[in-house]
């Protein structure tokens, strides 16, 4: 999904390089007339390596350049000299990234510590010179191992947002409102459903100086498991977040019911997300009458639809 500077799904190319070739040379020196094989081995294929920064937050950067190439690894040389390593190719990425193979959609690793480096393309090992084939009936042998070829995939990389507090919610419910208040962050507010449309971050400030990460997220409706509303994109966002905030309008015609589908579009997306802990809120809530505040309080004694079956 891409709006403005946030950026958190890109597909990129990637190709290791080469494996040098091993080389093929008899020793030759003033006075030794079968100085025997000495061709060294080739030197190793640069990789690909995607590397976990904190002070990335999107994808942007990926945007605009999307084939990234290692170089190849030198050739071997006489003296049982061994060819250079090629250059490996470092790729930083935010906090939270997966990475798939675009081809089998298969999971390749996921980046979530700082300066977590994965191999996503390993370069070829370079071949052996002919001086690891010598033996006592083949004692000048007038060949070497090649280098082996590179690995070039396609990948892709999804970011899934790293916040301590995430908030969810049904489209217009005040969500952003909520981040910008109490936060130093400017997110797009208008009366109208969806505007969100990415993941806002802000960073609320409390006692003794200390801080934690919110994150706005872009509002879910039913059916939005079964990708309804872009709901796919938006999900993934929950993921990460270690505790859920759900902000419910009081201006719903039901509250109760609300909250009920927001669980259950999570439960159907992934039950695991019914473990993090939970928090209820309610936004405009000087439009309540007494009626709907006995409803609300059915939220706190109701079980979940998790723990009904």
């Known amino acids: 999904m891409t709006e403005g500077n946030f950026v958190d799904y890109v597909k990129i190319f990637v190709t290791s390089g080469n494996g040098g070739k091993g080389s093929v040379h008899l020793h030759r020196e003033k006075y030794i007339t079968k100085g025997g094989p000495d061709g060294g081995d080739g030197g190793r294929g640069g990789h690909i390596i995607l590397k976990g920064n904190s002070n990335y937050w999107t994808l942007y950067h990926l945007k605009f350049k999307r084939?990234?190439?290692?170089?190849?690894?030198?050739?071997?040389?006489?003296?049982?000299?061994?060819?250079?390593?090629?250059q490996?190719?470092?790729?930083?990425?935010?906090l939270g990234t997966v990475i798939r193979n675009s081809n089998t959609n298969e999971v390749i690793c996921e980046i979530t510590n700082e300066?977590?480096?994965?191999?996503?393309?390993?370069?070829?090992?370079?071949?052996?010179?002919?001086?690891?084939?010598?033996?006592s009936t083949n004692q000048t042998p007038r060949y070497a191992q090649p280098g082996i070829p590179h690995e070039e995939k396609q990948i892709t990389l999804e970011l899934k947002v790293l916040a301590d507090v995430g908030l969810v919610g049904f489209p217009n419910a005040g969500k952003s409102t909520l981040l910008?208040?109490?936060t130093s962050a400017k997110p797009k507010i208008a009366d109208y459903e969806f505007t969100?449309?990415?993941?806002?971050?802000?960073?609320?400030?409390?006692?003794?100086?200390?801080?934690?990460?919110m994150a706005d997220i872009p509002?879910?409706?039913e059916g939005a498991a079964q990708g309804k509303g872009l709901g796919h994109y938006f999900l993934r966002h929950i993921e990460r977040n270690s505790v859920l905030l759900f902000l419910l309008s009081s201006e719903s015609d039901d509250i109760v019911k609300q909250y009920e589908v927001l669980l259950n579009e999570l439960k159907k997306y992934n039950p695991e997300l019914l473990?993090?802990?939970?928090?209820?809120a309610i936004s405009?809530?000087?439009?309540?009458?007494?009626?709907?505040?006995?409803?609300i309080c059915l939220l706190y004694t109701s079980p979940s639809p998790r723990d009904r079956g």
């Open 219 to 221: 509002g879910i409706i």
């Open 284 to 295: 405009k809530s000087d439009l309540l009458d007494e009626k709907q505040t006995s409803k």
């Open 88 to 94: 490996d190719v470092y790729i930083d990425v935010p």
């Open 275 to 280: 473990d993090k802990q939970r928090l209820i």
């Open 67 to 86: 084939h990234f190439k290692a170089e190849h690894g030198g050739h071997g040389s006489k003296s049982r000299s061994t060819g250079a390593d090629g």
């Open 196 to 213: 969100t449309l990415k993941p806002n971050l802000g960073i609320v400030k409390y006692r003794d100086f200390k801080t934690f990460v």
């Open 180 to 182: 910008s208040v109490i």
């Open 115 to 135: 300066n977590q480096q994965e191999i996503v393309c390993k370069g070829g090992m370079g071949g052996r010179g002919n001086w690891h084939f010598k033996s």
